[in-house]
């Protein structure tokens, strides 16, 4: 067993808690105000490498492992969650589809861009009626000569209105369910695409999630993504990939509430002492640091099977659903230590706190993150 970052991974997560720390962190106080995406930070990341940490250097990207990456988007968590889902979603689900599904040319024409962050990436599957059911969308496509015609409507699209592409997902063939699903690469300026309304949010604040309409969109038939029909699997297979991303952002949310509430019960007095050293406020930090520890042991391993090209998808699932527990928990309890300040916008932990949320609800709730660790567990 070796439970250490090899000098690779030791430099990716230096490289970037150091970007996190002098070029995230003085933007979010405006993200919180304003909701503004923090594109020039994106385009930042994509000048340092940041926007194809795995992916391969023949396609544009750093060529570096999935632990590495991982560790990126858990680094950037700890400072700003928005800005580590905009990663992950734009890299586990926005770029990979492609890497691992696309022909050649599809590689060439988008990957090459998306690793670069000369495009941002996006995924949509989710509808207004059909969220973790997700095989029952409605959103159609219909072949007609080199195109297929897509009409329909995506809700709760990360990254909606600001990327440039867009992996969608349609149905191509009504009637056989998961089966009859397809998925397509969708540019930004398809016409009869356009992006609808934007989510005011609970958390997340800067990170766009908006709806997509689909009205008589046209989309060249060279953009189907692997076959007709293998839209699903190649949705659940990213998402596999893209749920040790969101644990890994929720581990970030968890460890920076530690860190606050351990500073602050250091420097907090009450009754002539550190509030720290009262063991009703030592012991919480004691379990917040217990189920962080857990949750890091948990991430990382997923991400290791992953890197290793072994199957993680309960692992994965397991992950997502510890280490967002442990975000929503450790954030309540960082606000619980830091009493009243903490219910206020003048420290960092009630950000945490509603950021926490999201981790539980999507890429999968936690309901169906036990549906899918269930079934691995009988079909093992
Ligand atoms: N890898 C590859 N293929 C898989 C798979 C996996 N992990 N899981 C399922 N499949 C395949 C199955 O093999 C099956 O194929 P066959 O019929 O050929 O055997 C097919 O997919 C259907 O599988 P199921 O019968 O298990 O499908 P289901 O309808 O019961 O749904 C589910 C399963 C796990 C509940 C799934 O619908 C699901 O994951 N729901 C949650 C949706 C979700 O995570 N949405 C995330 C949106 S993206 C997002 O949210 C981004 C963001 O946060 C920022
Ligand atoms: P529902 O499926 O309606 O669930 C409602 C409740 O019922 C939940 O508690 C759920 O756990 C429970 N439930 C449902 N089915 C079961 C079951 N079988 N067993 C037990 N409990 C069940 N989607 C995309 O495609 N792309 C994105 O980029 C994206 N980004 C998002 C960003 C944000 C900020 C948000 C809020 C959502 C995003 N989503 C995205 C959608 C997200 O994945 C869904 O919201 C999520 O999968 C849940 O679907 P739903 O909201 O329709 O809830």
Known sequence: MDFHFNEEQQMMRRMVRDFANKEMAPFIPIMEETEQF??????KMGEM????IPVPEEWGGAGADFVSYILAINEIAKVSATMGVILSVHTSVGTNPILYFGTEEQKHKYVTKLATGEYLGAFALTEPHAGSDASSIRTQAVRKGDAYILNGSKIFITNGGVADTY???????????????????????????????????????????????????????????GNEGEGFTIAMANLDKGRIGIAAQALGIAEAALHYATEYAKERKQFG????????????????????????LLVYRAAWLCSKGLPCTKEASMAKLFASD???????????????????????????????????????????????????????
Do not use: C
């Open 49 to 52: 490498g940041l926007m194809g």
């Open 273 to 296: 002492q550190a509030i720290g050293k009262l063991q009703a406020v030592g012991f919480k930090l004691a379990d917040m640091a217990t189920k962080a520890e857990a949750a890091r």
């Open 38 to 43: 923090p594109l020039h930070i994106v385009k």
């Open 167 to 225: 992996i969608t997902f349609a149905v191509t063939d009504p009637g056989k369910g998961a089966r009859g699903i397809s998925a397509f690469i969708v540019d930004k300026d398809t016409p009869g695409l356009t992006v609808g309304k934007k989510e005011k949010k609970m958390g997340l604040h800067g990170s766009n999630t908006t709806e997509l309409v689909f009205d008589n969109a046209v989309v060249p038939a060279a953009n189907l993504l």
């Open 326 to 380: 442990a975000a929503m928990k450790l954030a309540i309890e960082a606000v619980q230590v830091f009493g009243g300040y903490g219910y206020t916008r003048e420290y960092p932990v009630e950000r945490l706190f509603r950021d926490a949320k999201i981790t539980q609800i999507y890429e999968g709730t936690n309901e169906i993150q036990h549906l899918v660790i269930t079934k691995q567990l009988l079909a093992e």
